[in-house]
């Protein structure tokens, strides 16, 4: 199964890629709070998850991702809002690989695609988005395989 802390860490790389080539390539993804005062400029990821069986074989989580962006002036943070959510809208468009060959889907369980939305509150941008995963819940990959199974069905009577 996969670990939540992966999850996460493959939004966080995902979004500093997406920082990478733009004038916002050092703005910090801040993990601690902010009980020192706000850091500027800056991003906070935050989640909420849920999870439970699908089946007897399968997981099924929804993670709800948020992604706080703090413009470096909070006087002046318009400009910075709307190109910090052009980047983080385009970073977001294809399914997340989460580790290779595992990705997760940006839908809810019902398998309705959810677009990222964005609302601006306090000057503080604010994306957020669901992903969705079904993962199996235990390896079988140490498991032989079945042999091929012989069947007669003529009757012998």
Do not use: W
Not at 33 to 44: C, E, L, Q, V
Not at 52 to 59: D, E
Not at 104 to 110: I, K, Q, T
Not at 129 to 134: E, G, M, T, V
Request: charged residues 25%.
């Amino acid at each position: 199964m996969i670990a939540l802390s992966t999850i996460l860490t493959a939004i966080n790389n995902n979004i500093l890629n997406a920082l990478a080539n733009t004038h916002y390539k050092d703005v910090e993804i801040v993990s601690k709070d902010f009980t020192d005062g706000i850091i500027r400029p800056a991003i906070r990821v935050l989640y909420s998850t849920s999870a439970g069986k699908f089946n007897a074989a399968l997981k099924e989580r929804v993670l709800n991702i948020k992604i706080l962006f703090y413009a470096k002036d909070k006087n002046a943070y318009k400009l910075d809002n709307i190109n910090m959510q052009d980047i983080l809208e385009n970073a977001f468009l294809e399914d997340l690989e989460v580790q290779e060959g595992f990705f997760m889907s940006y839908c809810n369980a019902n398998g309705d695609i959810e677009p990222m939305t964005s609302d601006i509150v306090d000057t503080v941008l604010q994306c957020s988005f669901n992903l969705y995963s079904r993962e199996n819940i235990y390896d079988d990959s140490s498991l032989e395989d079945m042999e091929d199974l012989e069947i007669n069905l003529t009757d012998n009577n």
